[in-house]
């Protein structure tokens, strides 16, 4: 019985290489655009209440000059009167655009409105709750900070009575934000309206713990 001969295989390694390469740049381009506009971000804090907790994870928007904020946004920034924690770094706040440019904002009873009209706020905790220390509502002033911010949050972060009727005009440029959990107001409530142009990102989508999986720009009026 004749064998047939096996025809050598050979593999031509400057073509292949030169694959590897294209793939490889082509996943840096791919890794860069991703970085260029997305981060991972992690939450802050307790003040978001039941929406996320402190230690979630979420795939976040990266914000530039041409920004224009929805309602229902949960942003990420540093505050126009900068805190640091208790470690000297300064603290980076996360919580949810409810007043717009030019809106007037109004709280009572436990219920918010917009020029007027009552805003459905499913997301919204108005009960009391303990924050904890690590907490960016526990933190202290920086150095350069004006004390203007220290006495709003020792009146306001544990005394912030949401019956009694309270109203604010976003003015041009800026915008106002609440926590989820309303009963503390480390917030607009105390600091006062947010530029746009603090705004670092915007959370999309939270990714962990996987039982909580969910868009996060998502919310209607």
């Not at 904890?132 to 220290?150: F, G, H, Q, R, W």
């Amino acid at each position: 019985m004749k064998v047939k001969p096996v025809k050598a295989m050979y593999i031509d390694y400057p073509s292949l290489t030169e694959e590897l390469r294209t793939i490889f740049q082509a996943y840096l381009l791919i890794l860069l655009l991703i970085t260029s506009f997305f981060t991972i971000s992690t939450g802050i804090g307790t003040s978001m209440g039941s929406t996320f907790g402190h230690g979630d994870l979420m795939f976040s928007l990266n914000t530039g000059k041409t920004y224009s904020p929805i309602r229902g946004d949960i942003v990420a920034f540093i505050p126009p009167m900068v805190v640091c924690s208790k470690n000297g770094n300064v603290v980076q706040f996360q919580k949810r655009v409810i007043g717009l440019p030019g809106d007037r904002v109004e709280i009572q009873d436990n219920r918010t409105f917009i020029n007027g009209v009552e805003l459905k706020e499913s997301y919204a905790e108005w009960d009391a709750y303990t924050l904890p220390e690590d907490d960016p509502s526990s933190a202290i002033l920086c150095d350069n900070t004006d004390v203007a911010y220290e006495n709003a949050m020792s009146n306001c972060v544990f005394g912030c009575d949401p019956s009694v009727r309270r109203s604010w005009t976003v003015p041009a440029g800026n915008v106002f934000v609440m926590g989820d959990g309303r009963y503390g107001c480390a917030d607009s409530r105390a600091f006062g309206f947010v530029p746009i142009e603090n705004i670092e990102y915007v959370n999309l989508l939270q990714f962990w713990p996987l039982n909580r999986i969910r868009f996060l720009r998502n919310q209607t009026y």
